[in-house]
């Protein structure tokens, strides 16, 4: 690959040249797209180019073997609620269990969360029906409180409890 060098003044975005004509070193093929072919293959966007199946049965035998040997772990992990999973959202179910009715900011002082973060795994808890908020003015600032609802507690029961027969059975 070689080098090639741009002698053209550049141009202000006044219009006017910056000085003296500089020399820019620019790699020969600058401005063409290498290796295309190669990229599109290894992503499998070239529908004409037939994949090796030669492993495809592979999978599915080692799937059965480790099944078969891991149905205690998945009865396990049935009993986890998805919504509850992400560690954020399982401390803000806890916080309101403990302490019945919380407050956005309230939330993010003790969890250390960010705004985005917060509001989102909060919006996820009260689209699923497990919180419910309340909007108030206090000293003539919006204040959002949450509190959690029966299925809610319901939701959390099991999720502990699905963690701690985890535990046990270790």
């Known amino acids: 690959m070689g080098l090639s060098v741009d002698r ?28 295309v072919g190669a990229l599109r293959s290894a992503l499998h966007l070239d529908h004409r180019r037939r994949r090796d199946r030669r492993g495809d049965g592979v999978g599915r035998a080692v799937r059965a073997r480790q099944a078969s040997g891991r149905g205690l772990a998945v ?9 509850l999973e992400h560690r954020l959202r399982l401390a803000i179910a806890v916080l309101l ?3 019945g009715e919380i407050s956005f900011a309230a939330f993010k002082q003790q969890l250390g969360a960010t705004d985005g973060n917060l509001g989102a795994q909060l919006r996820r808890l009260e689209d699923d029906g497990y919180i419910a908020l ?3 003015f206090v000293d003539r600032k919006p204040v959002t409180w949450y509190a959690l ?17 985890m535990i046990d059975g270790l």
């Open 75 to 83: 009865s396990l992990l049935d009993g986890l609620d998805p919504a």
């Open 134 to 136: 309340r909007r108030d």
């Open 8 to 35: 053209r003044p550049r141009q202000r975005a006044g219009g006017g040249a910056f000085g003296a004509s500089l020399p820019v070193e620019r790699p020969a093929d600058a401005g063409r797209l290498r290796g």
């Open 149 to 165: 609802t029966a299925p809610g507690k319901a939701a959390l029961q099991r999720h502990l409890s699905a963690l701690q027969t």
């Open 97 to 99: 269990a403990r302490y």
